[in-house]
T-cell receptor
Framework: GQNIDQPTEMTATEGAIVQINCTYQ??????LFWYQQHAGEAPTFLSY????GLEEKGRFSSFLSRSKGYSYLLLKELQMKDSASYLC????????FGAGTTVTVRA | NAGVTQTPKFQVLKTGQSMTLQCAQDMNHEYMSWYRQDPGMGLRLIHYSVGAGITDQGEVPNGYNVSRSTTEDFPLRLLSAAPSQTSVYFCASSGGGALSNTGELFFGEGSRLTVL
């Protein structure tokens, strides 16, 4: 099985940087996803890490350390539209999600 | 592009009633899955399928049945609805197979179910 932990809530100011951490324990590992979910909508894909290191996609970056069972999602130059829930998901041939981190961006 | 289509979008049931949530995808994806999402609980996997004729249980399978007779369709059945099954249900599919990376999940818009 797997255990996925991420903070429940985070608040940041427009233009700032926020880092959302995700720790996990699993008996099998095949990659880690990050999804964004706005209220009342379906999740949408942000990033996928299968090897250790940093993956950068515009304002969003994701990092993975398999030996530490740790990942983070870095959101830079925060915009109001980034207010959403961010879900860490573990791939062990099926996808299991953490409870999500609600990020609130304030002006 | 239709992608993943779920029906109905909203449903109200009485305790003990049965119903089927439909899910269809037109991307020829092998992997399909059902999740439920409750406040503070994130997405929890109910059942998944890695191809036609193959299904398996996720974290919270009790009270739900699935079948996968075709690649395109993956219906979720509630045989006797209970108030604890009030939730938002998401169907999702992926092009990956069982023994490889499942790849990015494509989600339907969700079905909001209330059981009275």
């Amino acid at each position: 099985g797997q255990n996925i932990d991420q903070p429940t809530e985070m608040t940041a100011t427009e233009g700032a940087i926020v880092q959302i951490n995700c720790t996990y324990q699993t008996s099998g590992f095949n990659g880690l996803f990050w999804y964004q979910q706005h209220a009342g909508e379906a999740p949408t894909f942000l990033s996928y890490n299968v090897l250790d290191g940093l993956e950068e996609k515009g304002r969003f970056s994701s990092f993975l350390s398999r030996s530490k069972g740790y990942s983070y999602l870095l959101l830079k130059e925060l915009q109001m539209k980034d207010s959403a829930s961010y879900l860490c998901a573990l791939n062990d041939y099926k996808l299991s999600f953490g409870a999500g981190t609600t990020v609130t961006v304030r002006a | 592009n239709a992608g993943v289509t779920q029906t109905p979008k909203f449903q109200v049931l009485k305790t003990g009633q049965s119903m089927t949530l439909q899910c269809a995808q037109d991307m020829n994806h092998e992997y399909m899955s059902w999740y439920r999402q409750d406040p503070g609980m994130g997405l929890r996997l109910i059942h998944y399928s890695v191809g036609a004729g193959i299904t398996d249980q996720g974290e919270v399978p009790n009270g739900y049945n699935v079948s996968r007779s075709t690649t395109e369709d993956f219906p979720l059945r509630l045989l006797s609805a209970a108030p604890s099954q009030t939730s938002v249900y998401f169907c999702a599919s992926s092009g990956g197979g069982a023994l490889s990376n499942t790849g990015e999940l494509f989600f339907g818009e969700g079905s909001r179910l209330t059981v009275l």
